[in-house]
């Protein structure tokens, strides 16, 4: 045979794998000496986070909330021994993670339903919806056997619209167009010796380099525009359109476009972001799962809290419920009606934090236009209208449907629009959004769902806020008698499911600490 007829053990690998996938050839290379065939290891699962409770615990414990906070309180001491219970208002678990599916009904305080309409595998995460890859919420990801999927924070092709811009921008346009002309006001406030005093010379060569680069400035230290900003019709056998007309410094400034730009610079939302696969609800649905559904009653409000000498007394619609030591992982200004002997000073700073009101509504299309005519896959566009924000989906890419958050809106915003029903929400979501992205975010519109958290039963609001972390919050810290409190209300992580899983670490370490110390 030729050299050119020889048939190599690569190309006989590609072959065997074009025809029968990895594993078969795989199973070819083993064959071949060049990879095991055969598994010389037995499977090793992902390993437990690095939290766990030390010795063992006999102590009864009831939980008030199935929350993230209350699941995790209970998950950790059922690892430890404990005999907990879990009691939950509503009729499901999660508590503000909460994720709609297809036949799912949402009442309000008011009575006002919803019930959602989506097609099979169409989900909207009503509540968290993103996760930092520095949140412990992924160590329970991963000891939970949840998978996680990329969350696009951040796409330069998702919009940037305030009411100082005469149309959107796409978000690479915008980026492009402040940073340049702020890197030309800076690099030539520097050539002129303006900054003398703060610059060596060396300083200024150094400055302006990085400006030039950061800017993407000529050789004059001049901003004219560039491939940066994007193109009306990209690159290919042609050299494509360059995106519109670059606007003046005057222009750039008027639209007001710093929140937009830098919405991911902080820690907390840095790309990348992750998501549970399927919706955010799968961390709770584990959490419940290895709890035991036994251990959890939906549908019982808890009525009364009571410490006693050796222990506590839960009074619930049902009866009540003595136990060694109580987990209260409620919203605190919940928390604060219910009747209990814990004194005034722990009402008084249950009082303290501000509930925050919070909305969100779920658009499905009947095809995913985001994708097909905008090239918008995943990511945010960020407006100063009173939706905020708009939000592509980051899974179910090239699918015939889909969905889009329509706003995501926080305080005075989030006031109005909770004070509608929900078709009022919609046209009104409808009508801003159409600002952005014309008649087909109206017309092709399948179903929607909206949320008003402050309008949830059992919740009343998105999270709160603390005037200081003084007095109130320090106090909380602390057991009252054998009750303790858990929640990301009682940490620097508010509205983060991670602040929810970090507070209970804490109150089950110091309960746990307290019973190995007890004299049984």
């Given at each position: 045979?030729?050299?050119?007829t020889v048939m190599t ?7 065997v794998?074009a ?7 795989f ?5 071949l000496?060049?990879?095991p065939d055969?598994q010389?290891k ?6 437990p986070?690095?939290f ?5 615990g006999?102590a ?9 906070a209350g699941?995790?309180c ?12 879990v ?8 508590g503000?993670?909460l994720?709609v ?7 309000e ?6 019930t ?14 993103r996760?930092?890859?520095?949140m412990?919420t992924l ?8 998978p ?6 951040n ?12 149309a ?9 167009d402040?940073y340049g ?7 030539k ?9 703060r ?10 380099e990085f400006?030039?680069d ?5 050789p004059d ?7 940066r900003r994007?193109?009306?019709?990209y690159?290919?056998?042609?050299g ?9 410094l005057t222009?750039v ?14 820690y ?6 992750f998501?549970?696969?399927?919706g955010m609800?799968a ?6 799962r290895e ?5 959890i009653?939906?549908g019982?409000?808890v009525t009364?809290?009571?410490?006693l000498?050796d222990g506590?007394?839960?009074?619930h ?6 136990a ?7 919203p605190?200004?919940l ?7 814990l004194g005034?000073?722990?009402?008084a700073?249950?009082?303290t934090?501000v ?6 509504i779920?658009l ?22 009173d ?13 015939r ?5 329509g ?6 915003d989030?006031?109005t ?13 409808l009508t ?14 399948r179903?929607s769902?909206?949320?008003a958290?402050?309008?949830r ?8 806020a ?9 106090l909380?810290?602390?057991p009252?008698?054998?009750v303790?409190?858990?929640?990301d209300?009682?940490t620097h ?11 209970a670490?804490?109150a ?6 307290r019973?190995?110390?007890t004299?049984?």
């Open positions: 045979m030729t050299d050119s053990r690569r190309a006989l690998l590609v072959g794998g025809a029968g996938g990895a594993g078969a050839m199973a070819a290379m083993g064959a000496g060049l990879a055969s010389e037995a499977f090793v699962p992902p390993q986070s690095d766990s409770l030390r010795g063992r006999a009864k414990v009831v939980i008030l909330g199935a929350g993230v699941l995790t209970a998950y950790e001491l059922g690892k430890a021994g404990y005999d907990c219970t009691l939950e208002a509503a009729d499901r678990v999660g503000r993670n994720t599916r297809a036949g799912d009904r949402l009442t305080t008011d009575g006002q339903t919803q959602a309409e989506f097609e099979e595998g169409t989900y909207f995460n009503a509540g968290p919806g996760i930092a890859q520095w412990v160590d329970y990801c991963r000891e939970l056997g949840v996680i999927e990329a969350f696009v924070n796409n330069a092709s998702a919009y940037v619209y305030t009411a100082g811009m005469t959107p921008a796409r978000a690479r346009t915008a980026r492009a402040a002309y702020i890197a030309e006001l800076l690099a406030a520097a050539h002129t010796g303006a900054l003398d005093r610059l060596t010379k060396d300083d200024r060569d150094r400055l302006a400006l030039r950061f800017g993407d400035l000529g230290l001049t901003y004219r525009g560039s491939t994007g193109f009306e019709t690159p290919g056998v042609t494509g359109v360059p995106a519109g007309t670059l606007p003046s222009d400034l008027a639209a007001g476009t710093g929140r937009a730009l830098t919405m991911d610079f902080g907390e939302q840095a790309m990348p972001m998501q549970p696969v399927g609800d961390i709770v649905t584990a959490l419940a709890v035991g559904r036994d251990r009653k939906t019982t409000p009364g809290i009571k410490n000498p506590v007394e839960v009074a619609r049902g009866g009540t419920l003595r060694d030591y109580c987990v209260a992982a409620l605190p200004h928390l604060a009606r219910i009747p209990h002997n005034a000073p722990v009402t700073a249950l009082r934090p509930p925050i009101a919070a909305g969100k779920g499905e299309y009947r095809r995913r236009w985001w994708e097909i005519d905008d090239r918008i896959y995943g990511g945010i566009t960020e407006t100063d209208l939706i905020t924000h708009i939000w592509y989906p980051s899974y179910g890419y090239h699918a449907s889909g969905l889009v958050v706003y995501y809106n926080t305080g005075d989030a006031v629009y909770g004070a509608l029903s929900h078709r009022e929400r919609l046209n009104r979501a801003e959004g159409k600002k952005i992205h014309g008649e087909k975010y109206r017309s092709e519109l179903s769902v909206s949320m958290w402050q309008r039963p059992h919740i009343e609001g998105g999270w709160v603390w005037p200081s972390r003084q007095g109130a919050f320090t909380l810290q602390r009252a008698g054998r303790y409190f858990a929640g209300w009682l992580l508010i509205a983060w499911q991670a602040g929810a899983m970090e507070s670490r804490k089950v370490t110091e309960l746990h600490s019973v190995l110390q004299p049984s």
